[in-house]
């Protein structure tokens, strides 16, 4: 079983969710479009049981710096179609968002940076893969953009500073604004990156791992739960 990961920074990787990937036997092909490596096409997602698609710095629409956004929108809206499960994070989320006929927004609430608090909504308590992390739980926030619901999506979380944390489409597609893969290893590492107000607890991020841990076992749990009812179909 092989999942397509997309990777656009060096310092934005797989981390906790590869490490839950591979506990589960689940192969990773990494794409480094941070490195030149094309974007499979849509005809190649045949190939995989799903899509991971990792956080950048660059914005979900800067096309002309970054070329590869395009095809990974044109990937994911072929995700959306076929109900290919995918968990898009940070920027993930918001190509994700996009793809799914929603829009790109301005963050009028500023940089929302560090450690802080993510709040499931009635249906995100609900959820199978984010619910049991619920109500309340501490992320790594890393963004300014934001993003409007695409038709037909279930909100699944919101923040003090940025209502749209979290959403689903179809029966396993999840866009995650915030960050639970970062643990406080990366935190350290990325310090100077973050502005001096941001709170940055190396022991509240490995906390931040644990939750992440739960939500992807339980992601890539429901992901195999429903290939095997498609196979059994």
């Known amino acids: 079983m092989t999942w397509l990961v997309i990777q656009q920074m060096w310092f934005e990787g797989p981390a906790a969710v590869g490490d839950v990937a591979n506990e589960r036997g689940i192969e990773l092909r990494i794409v480094r479009t941070d490195q ?5 096409s849509v005809d190649a997602l045949d190939a995989y049981e799903g899509i991971i698609v990792l956080g ?3 914005g979900a629409l800067d096309d002309d ?3 590869s956004l395009a095809g990974q929108r044109a990937l994911l809206a072929a995700a959306i179609e076929r109900d290919l499960p995918v968990l898009g994070v940070c920027l993930g ?3 994700l968002a996009i793809a799914g006929g929603g829009e790109l927004l301005d963050g009028d609430n500023g940089s929302e940076d560090g450690l802080g608090p993510v709040d499931l909504t009635a249906d995100g308590l609900a959820d199978p893969v984010l619910g049991p992390a619920g109500p309340r739980f501490e992320a790594m926030h890393w963004h300014e953009d934001t993003y409007a619901l695409p038709e037909g999506a279930v909100h699944l979380a919101t923040s003090p500073q940025y209502a749209q944390q979290a959403f689903r489409l179809g029966s396993c ?3 995650i604004q915030f960050h639970l893969e ?3 290893a990366e935190v350290q590492s990325l310090r100077d990156d ?3 107000d941001a709170e940055l607890d190396p022991a509240r991020a490995d906390q931040v791992v644990l939750t992440g841990r739960g939500v992807f076992e339980r992601f890539f749990d429901r992901a195999a739960e429903l290939a095997t009812a498609r196979a059994d179909q």
């Open 36 to 40: 030149g490596e094309p974007v499979p």
């Open 65 to 67: 710096q970054h070329p």
């Open 93 to 95: 989320a918001q190509l």
């Open 182 to 184: 970062m643990g406080g």
């Open 194 to 196: 973050f502005p001096d």
């Open 173 to 175: 597609l999840y866009g």
């Open 56 to 58: 950048g710095a660059m």
